[in-house]
């Protein structure tokens, strides 16, 4: 049975910084593409940004490029994303996802969701 556990979510000042980490277990980790996504207080989930299964490609959705960076450690299972410069527009429960694929692309099956983590940025 696969499990995506998040962590590292919490209440941040703007300007401030999280890590949300992502433990993954049940599946071989390293043979997929990793992803996070987010869902603003009634708002739609969306994309945030994705790593392709050695970490060599990386995809971020605009609002967030430059700020987050995405990464992963295979030896350990675990992918991370590293928030700086947050914004109270970043507030939102985090999401991690493992997709069906080595390389990630817009419209990729997700097979598997973490529970999220809440992020909270206050200005």
């Known amino acids: 049975q696969v499990q995506l556990v998040e962590s590292g979510g919490g209440l941040v000042q703007a300007g401030g910084s999280l890590r949300l980490s992502c433990a993954a277990s049940?599946?071989?980790?390293?043979?997929?593409?990793m992803a996070w996504f987010r869902q603003p207080p009634g708002k739609e989930r969306d994309f945030v940004a994705a790593?392709?299964?050695?970490?060599?490609?990386?995809y971020y959705a605009d609002s967030v490029k430059g700020r987050f960076t995405i990464s992963r450690d295979n030896a350990k299972n675990t992918v991370t994303l590293q928030m700086n410069s947050l914004k109270p527009e970043d507030t939102a429960v985090y999401y991690c996802?493992?997709?069906?694929?080595?390389?990630?692309?817009?419209?990729?099956?997700?097979?598997?969701w973490g529970q999220g983590t809440q992020v909270t940025v206050s200005s």
């Open positions: 049940g599946r071989t980790f390293s043979r997929y593409a």
């Open positions: 790593i392709s299964w050695s970490g060599g490609n990386t």
């Open positions: 996802a493992m997709a069906s694929g080595k390389l990630y692309y817009a419209g990729i099956r997700l097979d598997y």
